[in-house]
């Protein structure tokens, strides 16, 4: 199952009324997260300086472990992607990072498997077929 199909079955599972949210949150990230001027490896960097290496590499190497929002929080802070994501999908930060402790386990699993980064030009195309299917 590709990155598409479990962001979208997240959503699904969510139900009707928070599919919305959940998918515009995930949309939102994937924008912001290709926008960002580190990118993917900026992300990987932020969450192992902010405590979360192990995480990543469960996550890179496709095991799953659970994050709470508070460790998003913590892991992502600094970056700015949790505003820009929320400012995105109209939602607030609290929002944000409970979704992504759900979703960027698999957004990492995608774009950074085994811990290397996918190109930025395919990350690029990726990133467009994501929001092209979620917004």
């Keep these: 199952m590709g990155i598409l199909d479990s962001i979208q079955q997240l959503a699904g599972q969510a139900g009707a009324a928070a599919q919305g949210d959940q998918a515009k949150i995930a949309g939102g990230f994937i ?21 979360m290496a192990d995480h990543v590499g469960a996550w890179a190497a496709g095991q799953a472990q659970t994050a709470t929002p508070e460790q998003i929080e913590q892991g992502l ?10 400012q995105s999908a109209g939602v607030s930060s609290s929002v944000v990072t409970s979704a992504l402790a759900i979703v960027l386990p698999m957004v990492i699993q995608h774009f950074a498997p085994n811990g290397q980064t996918a190109e930025p030009s395919t990350f690029s195309s990726l990133a467009q077929q994501v929001l092209g299917k979620l917004l």
Excluded: Q
């Design 31 to 51: 924008e912001a997260l290709a926008a960002h001027p580190e990118g993917i490896t900026g992300v990987l960097d932020s969450l192992k300086a902010n405590g």
């Design 77 to 86: 802070g600094s970056t700015g992607l949790i505003e820009k994501t929320a």
